[in-house]
């Protein structure tokens, strides 16, 4: 894996946010469109080592009626386009983003995402009091290689990512170089990252030329209650290793 097969984002700081009403096109799967539920039982969850310390465990279809999912989320969903500094310019960033922690007293936007964090917190044995919503309208939609806040104060932070919507694919690699892992997730697919993964891994959704649609990455982070997306990522970029 290159640098250049995930768009290039150096660690900039994110500035500035705008309110956007997402324009997509999209075509829901044959099975998506059934009620929501999901797998309380985690049974075909499946966990691959990265190496002695990095896991990440992943379940195809864990989500069931994603599509229904999707589409509830897409429109009820206060998204907002943040700007990057990049090249010393101001750029939007390439996806549509969304931040939950109920701290103002707000809701989760799904009573199901309740649940589903309930359950994690179990398999997991930690306490999911945030989501962040990431949507890639189309192929051009990416986020680069970057390692999650976590890891700042967090020995063995745990990051969950159900992916609704179309497939993208979700790359892994190591920071001290060496090859790279990919998984295909979309339509339901849970996916976790655990152990020494955010230290010694990077991850990013890289663009592509045609993507089968659009996508929604519901992730669950845990004792971020109280984050601000953009202070958070100023303290992460001062203290990047």
């Known amino acids: 894996m290159v640098a250049n097969e995930c768009s290039v984002w150096q660690d900039e700081l994110m500035t500035i946010s705008h309110d ?7 075509q829901a799967s044959l099975f998506g469109s059934s ?41 009820a969903l206060p998204w907002r386009q943040r700007e990057v500094t990049m090249w010393d310019r ?8 969304c931040w939950w922690d109920g701290v103002d007293g707000s809701p989760v936007p799904l009573a199901l995402l309740s649940d589903i964090s309930a359950s994690l917190a179990q398999q997991y044995q930690r306490p999911f009091d945030s989501i962040g919503f990431n949507l ?14 976590e890891r ?8 969950v990512i159900l992916s609704v919507g179309s497939a993208r694919n979700f790359m892994l690699r190591p920071r001290a170089g060496g090859p790279s892992r990919s998984f295909r997730i979309g339509h339901g697919d849970l996916l976790v990252m655990g152990g ?10 890289p663009k592509v030329a045609h993507a089968e649609g659009p996508r929604l990455s519901i992730m669950f982070r845990h004792n971020l209650a109280g984050f601000t997306p953009e202070a958070g990522w100023q303290e992460s970029t001062r203290s990047r290793d």
């Open 20 to 26: 956007v009403e997402p324009e997509l096109s999209w």
């Open 35 to 75: 009620d929501p539920g999901f797998d309380p039982s985690f049974g075909q969850l499946r966990r691959t080592w990265l190496d002695e310390y990095s896991w990440v465990d992943h379940q195809p279809n864990w989500l069931t009626g994603s599509d229904t999912v999707f589409a509830e989320l897409a429109q």
């Open 90 to 97: 101001l750029l939007p960033e390439p996806r549509l983003t």
């Open 136 to 149: 890639y309208r189309d192929g051009r939609d990416s986020v680069a290689w970057h390692g999650d806040r």
């Open 152 to 159: 700042f104060t967090h020995e063995q932070p745990v990051v």
């Open 196 to 205: 020494a993964c955010q230290h010694d891994w990077e991850h990013c959704v």
